[in-house]
């Protein structure tokens, strides 16, 4: 074959195709190089003479959806001064099975949220290949922004129940995932920051985790804490919910039944409900004094956290509080008694509107991830596969 169609048809340089072989499930090239002058690595001096040959077969990026291979009829030369040495090849790392180009496809078919199983089918190389070639990749602690965010998930990895993923809440980015939640591994994490960095962050967005708080007081010095408004926001759902499962334990069992069944109506925006449903949502209230008023302090707060006014927002904030604590529902009493205790950062989200928002997309691919991957019990390959994936 003419060797600008080997070169075009294979996709490498200076190759000799000599014989191809077609089953059914796999195509097997068989190639070889033209011999060219060498320098021995011993001696450093050029020699030509050639030693012996021995075959390899290779893995190749699949061709016709069929496992492929390079048989490479390697060449060995020998020096004067007695060293024998293989040849070297642009398309095949030293000592390696596989060309270098499927290495580069498998880690860039790791971006995708799939398992590492199914990419070592794809390809037909092992699992443990695969994994040897993820801790090839690595990725250092990035540089603080100005805005950051931290929550947590399940991960189970060994080094803790909850890992901590960190994020640039203004750019919706992934920054980080951290092995643990815990005061502890924050601290050794943050600490590895330079002060000069540090110093410069304005804005740690985190959930009511006391640790976060402490963290941030000691290693932001400048940062305005901020409590991301969707975790604040569910203990006024929790709430609800707790006073409706109280009130459902009193009632008829087909009462009971049909509350907890219509659940919904109670929780959705009441203007969000169609006509027949605001009637259905009435009609469940009008059963107890205590959902009623629970249901006009759901609806109060939430559309307190969607004004876009924050001196409106602060003044209806604790206006809220200090009706829900008056309340008698021991449910929003405790609700209350959070919000007051968590007042300055809570208010501090109405005022600069930074949530964790952009945490949600990625906690969405870490379950993905999870699933697929049977838990990941080694923390530095799901760190280094979430970031893969993510960036
Ligand atoms: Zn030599």
Redesign the pocket.
Known sequence: MHSNCTKKLLGLEDVILKKVIQADNYVKFFIETSPSPQI??????Q?SRIHDYRSQVIKDLPMQMKHTYLVLRKRRYI?????RFLEKYSFLPTYKRQTLRLSFKIIALLRETRSIKSVANEVNVSASTIARLLDTVSYSSPSLPECIGIDEFKGNAETGKYQCILVDARKHRLLDILPDRNQAHLSAYFREANRAERNRVKFFVCDMWKPYVDLAKAYFPNATVIIDKYHFIRYVTWAIENVRKRLQKKMSASLRKYYKRSRRLILTRYQKLKDENKKACDLMLLYNDDLRAAHYLKEWFYDICQSSKYSYQRTAFWEWVKTAEKSGIPEFMSCAATYRNWSEGILNAFKYGYTNGPTEGYNNKIKVLKRISYGMKNFKRFRTRIIHCSI
């Open positions: 021995c690595p011993c001696c450093g001096s020699t020096c004067s001064c007695g060293k």
